[in-house]
């Protein structure tokens, strides 16, 4: 139970993936990784992306983990996700990502607080997350505003899919100043009931996002976002070993600085690193390191 809890939350707090809010069949290098964007491309182009994510789970509800546990612990999770991005129109874009995730969760962890509270978390896993289809229409082009409709299908793979279907959707806004362009979106998560357990694994989510992009030269530009996520209260009825309660309101606050390389006038490749200035989730992170290729189809 303890792996399906670190996979699947830090699963959610993933948000857009990359590439599927990424090119969407442009033939330039200017565009966030996580923001939704209301820009949209030429039709009838096809963007292929494969992205790699790493994270190691550090933190246990805004606390340090290895200040609430103690042991030689390692808590990785490597996610491989292929996205596939095709303008309808040149103005609706359907998209869909498919992540699987290798979840590496170390070793026997003792509660520092009690020395009793052991959590055996010795286990590993490995397959198909919930797959995500995505459909944007920018419904006015200036000022360029977009809603996004997103379908994340349910696996039932146990640690790193959930069994419930959830819905999102997105409002995303852009606009260019010069050479600099900014994309903010914001949105809701509605987390889906699992039909095993009659529950849902995690409250629904709001999300936040805002990003500026600046080319440099006609092959290489850099981003800088800022995404923010909620996902409402959680308690551990016995924190750590230590028979009380502790309670906290699950907000994340991700900075995130990039590079995007235009390798040929069809591939791309793009580098960015996470990092989680505030993250009260249950099981956090302090950083996911991406990178990815995306290949366009002209």
């Known amino acids: 139970m303890i792996l399906l809890l670190v996979a699947v939350n830090a699963h959610a707090q993933l948000g857009a993936i990359g590439g599927i809010a990424s090119i969407q069949g442009q033939k330039q290098t200017t565009f966030p990784l996580f ?10 182009i096809l963007d292929m992306g494969f992205y790699v994510y790493y994270a190691q789970v550090d933190r246990y509800m805004g606390k340090d983990f290895y200040s609430v546990f103690s042991g030689n612990t390692t808590e990785r999770l490597l996610y491989k996700i292929l996205n596939v991005s095709y303008n309808l129109t040149s103005t ?17 962890v003792t509660s520092t607080a009690n020395p009793g509270g052991t959590y055996n978390i010795t286990r590993s896993s490995s397959g198909l997350s919930n797959p995500a289809v995505r459909f944007m ?13 997103t379908i994340y299908l349910p696996t039932g793979f146990i640690g790193v899919g959930s069994g419930g279907t959830d819905l999102e ?21 509605l987390i889906g009931v699992d039909p095993v357990t009659h529950r849902k694994p995690n409250n ?29 209260q959680v308690t551990d009825i016995n924190f750590a070993g230590t028979g009380k309660p502790y309670t906290v309101q699950q907000l994340l606050v991700n900075l995130v600085p990039g590079i995007r390389l235009s390798i040929t006038p069809n591939l791309f490749l793009t580098s960015a690193l996470r990092y989680s200035a505030y993250n009260t989730f249950l099981f956090g992170y302090h950083y996911i390191y ?5 290949y366009l189809v002209l």
């Open 204 to 232: 629904d989510i709001q999300v936040a996002n805002t990003a500026f992009s600046i080319p440099f030269g006609m092959s290489l530009s850099g981003f800088f976002e800022i995404n923010a996520m909620y996902e409402g």
């Open 35 to 44: 923001t939704l964007t209301a820009k949209t491309g030429q039709p009838d």
């Open 169 to 189: 959707v997105d409002l995303a806004y852009t606009r260019n100043f010069s050479i600099v362009q900014w994309d903010s979106n914001i949105g809701y998560r």
């Open 92 to 108: 609706m874009n359907l998209s869909a990502s498919i992540p699987y995730v290798n979840a590496d969760v170390g070793q026997l």
């Open 290 to 294: 991406t990178i990815g290729l995306d």
């Open 137 to 149: 229409y920018q419904f006015l082009s200036s000022p360029m505003l977009a809603v996004y409709g």
